[in-house]
């Protein structure tokens, strides 16, 4: 079955700086999701990536999938306080079935 | 994006009594939706799918008589956790797939905190 391994596991970061979370599968990518939560909430859709080397931008969050399609990267530029939180990328599983499998999450926490 | 709306927020019951959870797409119309469950730094753990009309499809180790599911309707899925018991106590969140997008995306509720005492 396939897996998605995040790193890291957990990120503090100053407020201003860059940062990167990584999402790594064990097989190849055929649509990956970025979503953000905060604890005791709902997950946002953040974006959605498809084609190898894909990129998307959002505000100042910019995601890519490689071109292999077996990794993704989300970065965070001038990280701000209120992009604290979980961030959780996932795909669909085998099938079409529509679930989706979860990687671990990484949880951002951005000190002011 | 896209809203889906999950009511009540929070809920703190007493121990055997049941309780319902709704799941609703506001703007637009679901054919499946998802209900999670996600215990505390944890990542959510798909628990059943739910399918307008026909009957949902449960994971392995989900007792489907103990977390009734009805899609009565492309915009309102329930989930009942009948006879709960302090160990149901959980983080719940329910998703829905937009049926008009090519995408498959999946949008969120807000999540259910639910306290068996």
């Known amino acids: 079955s396939q897996e998605l391994e995040q790193s890291p596991q957990s990120l503090i970061v100053q407020e201003g700086k860059n940062l990167t979370i990584n999402c790594t599968s064990s097989k190849t990518l055929y649509g990956l999701y970025w979503y953000k939560q905060k604890y005791g909430e709902g997950l946002i859709f953040l974006m959605m990536l498809q084609k190898g080397g894909e990129e998307k931008s959002h505000e100042k969050i910019t995601a890519k999938l490689d071109e292999k399609k077996q990794q993704s990267s989300l970065h965070i530029t001038a990280s701000q306080p209120s992009h604290a939180g979980i961030y959780l990328c996932?795909?669909?599983?085998?099938?079409?079935?529509?679930?989706?499998?979860f990687g671990q999450g990484t949880t951002l926490q951005v000190k002011p | 994006g896209a809203v889906v709306s999950q009511h009540p927020s929070r809920v703190i019951c007493k121990s055997g009594t049941s309780v319902k959870i709704e799941c609703r797409s506001l703007?637009?119309?679901?054919?499946?939706m998802f209900w999670y469950r996600q215990f505390p730094k944890q990542s959510l753990m798909l628990m059943a799918t739910s399918n307008e009309g026909s009957k949902a499809t449960y994971e392995q180790g989900v007792e489907k008589d103990k977390f009734l599911i009805n899609h009565a309707s492309l915009t309102l899925s329930t989930l009942t956790v009948t006879s709960a018991h302090p160990e149901d106590s959980s983080f719940y969140i329910c998703?829905?797939?937009?049926?008009?997008?090519?995408?498959?995306?999946?949008?969120f509720g807000a999540g259910t905190r639910l306290s068996v005492l």
């Open positions: 703007d637009f119309q679901a054919t499946t």
């Open positions: 996932g795909t669909h599983g085998s099938g079409n079935t529509g679930k989706l499998i």
């Open positions: 998703s829905a797939r937009d049926g008009g997008s090519a995408k498959n995306i999946q949008y």
